[in-house]
């Protein structure tokens, strides 16, 4: 465990960063520092590992005081990681990665053998060892320090604001990468960042600062979506938070209706059947993977003419994801209705925007999801 004890920075202008912060950071979890710029969250990281010396306070690491070890030794048992990746334009991937290992006295052919085993980890072609961070995009970039932060097996990884140069969708792939590594290596992991969802679906805590490094709160994300300590928080948290807090309650319970779906090349009968009470019906392929929409008296039994369907949105995976996810599927639906597949992409029911606000009416009621929020991470 990391542990922030009444830490103050306080430069030679008077300028305080940080005042008095304490924080105990878990063992084995992603701890996630955000707050508005000027709040100190990356000084409090570059605390840690003394990139930044601290004022007054402690930091200490499993009990021992950072102080009381020599820097270079303090630093290269932590992995770090920085926006932009911050790689050696003139060596190559895998020698990149195997930075670390080397210094720590590692010969370059066990140094290069770890560094293929994380290429692979992080989800990095081996084609790519041989080449230059230039020849790379900035997603693959950002892998590659990953994996030279993890060359060493460091117990303790410091990640500031890694993801924020990429684009959204590299971004997205990134997180979930991240937290998949995490799930199989479990490292304590201290990760500065400016957004808000990248926090609550990173953090199994997260840490809100205000400006002039003072801490705010301190909390699960659920706990922190659904109980802002002050208006400081509640501001910083934005207008949206209840649909973020959607995030922690699982649409496995959904009440899905499997009679308004078709194959393709359904019967009159069954046609007949699937379209009682229902506005639309969704047709699928022999594989039973959505097509699309239709209004039931559009429907031509044996042979469904496909081109006339009406787009059926992003499916949800009702036993995996949230009932932000549903919720989110349904608005974007032409037809209000959501449809759900299993892990194969199958269509296994469908649900509509009103039954999924009157789940989530329930959802709040009985307090779902927020026991346990502090050892799970937010659903897709």
């Known amino acids: 465990m990391i542990r922030i004890d009444s830490v103050t920075k306080r430069y030679p202008d008077g300028t305080v960063a940080v005042d008095r912060l304490s924080l105990d950071i878990p063992d084995r979890a992603i701890t996630v520092l955000v707050g508005p710029s000027g709040c100190g969250k990356t000084t409090t990281l570059r605390m840690i590992n003394r990139m930044v010396e601290l004022s007054e306070g402690t930091i200490s690491i499993d009990g021992k005081d950072t102080r009381q070890e020599p820097v270079n030794t303090l630093r290269r048992s932590m992995g770090y990681v920085i926006q932009n990746a911050g790689l050696f334009q003139h060596r190559t991937i895998i020698d990149n990665i195997a930075t670390v290992p080397r210094l720590l006295g590692w010969s370059k052919d066990k140094a290069r053998a770890r560094a293929r085993e994380l290429m692979e980890r992080v989800g990095l072609d081996a084609s790519l060892a041989k080449r230059y961070p230039y020849q790379l995009s900035g997603g693959q970039q950002q892998r590659v320090g990953v994996a030279r932060a993890l060359a060493s097996d460091p117990p303790v990884l410091l990640m500031d604001e890694p993801f924020s140069a990429v684009d959204p969708v590299v971004r997205k792939g990134l997180q979930d990468e991240l937290l998949r590594i995490q799930g199989e290596l479990g490292k304590t992991i201290v990760f500065v960042t400016h957004d808000i969802d990248e926090a609550v679906k990173l953090g199994t805590m997260v840490a809100v600062l205000r400006t002039g490094g003072k ?29 973020r807090r959607l995030s922690f309650f699982s649409a496995a319970g959904l009440d899905l209706l499997t009679a308004p779906i078709v194959a393709v090349d359904a019967t009159a009968e069954q046609i007949a059947r699937a379209t009682t009470g229902t506005p639309y019906v969704l047709v699928t392929g022999l594989d039973g993977k959505p097509l699309g929409w239709s209004p039931p008296e559009e429907l031509t039994a044996g042979s469904v003419d496909t081109a006339r369907l009406l787009p059926y949105g992003r499916p949800f995976v009702a036993g995996e994801d949230s009932l932000r996810a549903a919720l989110d599927c349904a608005v974007l639906s032409p037809t209000g209705w959501a449809v759900a597949v299993d892990g194969e992409g199958r269509a296994t029911g469908v649900i509509s925007q009103t039954a999924i606000g009157e789940a989530i009416r329930g959802a709040h009621e009985a307090g779902a999801g927020a026991s346990g929020a502090s050892e799970s991470k937010a659903l897709r």
């Open 215 to 243: 801490l705010a709160q301190f909390a699960p994300p659920a706990e922190l979506l659904s109980d802002p300590a002050d208006a400081f928080v509640e501001d910083f948290l934005g207008a949206d938070r209840g649909i």
